[in-house]
């Protein structure tokens, strides 16, 4: 039963997390939007042993070694965590299954974490508001977070 658990979390975490990925490369080819640089994720979870949580600005920061395979371990393992909370709230909270509407809603809800937690701890401003373009990232994040909850549904379906 556990190992069911533990490869349904997986299938919908990795699922989800890829959807995202596509449709960051969607946006680039069509919008001329940047994809997420997983690179600068990395040199924050680098830091955070030393206790610094919070960056000023992450683009000021010194890079670290392997900085880019940190950032992509560190995005799968959030979109795997996030896979085992959506399932959590299907299955025991809300007591049914995968689906289109509470998938594409957790993924919306999702990008909160981005514009109020990730982006001010970054350097970014909450939504992105010490970017170059706020209204764009803004756009970017919350069509990533769509992406997401479609890979969430799509990796519902798998399971």
């Known amino acids: 039963m556990i190992v069911d658990i533990i490869k349904d979390i997986l299938i919908v975490g ?5 959807t995202l990925d596509v449709v960051q490369q969607l946006m680039k080819l069509l919008l001329k939007w940047p994809i997420t640089n997983w690179g600068i994720i990395g040199r924050w979870a680098a830091f ?30 959030v979109g795997i965590t996030y896979g085992a909370i959506y399932l959590f709230l299907i299955y025991v909270i809300l007591g049914t299954g995968p689906g289109f509407v509470p ?16 982006e001010p701890i970054l350097g970014a401003g909450a939504m992105a508001a010490n970017t170059p373009d ?17 890979g969430l549904y799509l990796g519902g379906m798998l399971i």
């Not at 990795?14 to 890829?18: E, F, P, S, V």
């Open 134 to 150: 706020p209204t764009v990232a803004r756009f970017h994040d919350f069509g990533s977070h769509l992406g997401f909850g479609f």
């Open 103 to 118: 998938a594409m809603a957790f993924g919306i809800v999702s990008v909160s974490v981005t514009w109020f937690m990730m």
């Open 14 to 18: 990795i699922a989800a997390t890829l």
């Open 48 to 77: 955070l042993p030393e206790g610094q949580f919070v960056h000023k600005t992450i683009g000021k920061t010194p890079p670290v070694k392997n900085e880019q395979a940190l950032g992509w371990l560190v995005h799968y393992g």
